[in-house]
């Protein structure tokens, strides 16, 4: 662990279930397909886990 003294859960579940939130809204009003919605999930996965390497390495 980098930061042995953060407790990472908490903020980690709130940004997932935010997130499932907002996917759910947007497939309910057919804003986006399903298939969209992986790929974004994935792209920003991407995005912020290279960023964080690039900060923190």
Do not use: Q, W
């Amino acid at each position: 662990m980098k930061f042995a003294t953060f407790d990472a859960l908490y903020p980690l579940l709130g940004a997932i279930v935010l997130s499932g939130l907002v996917a759910t809204c947007r497939l309910y009003l057919n804003a986006h397909k399903p298939l969209e919605i992986y790929i974004g999930f994935v792209y920003g996965f991407i995005i912020c886990f290279l960023g964080f390497e690039l900060i923190y390495p």
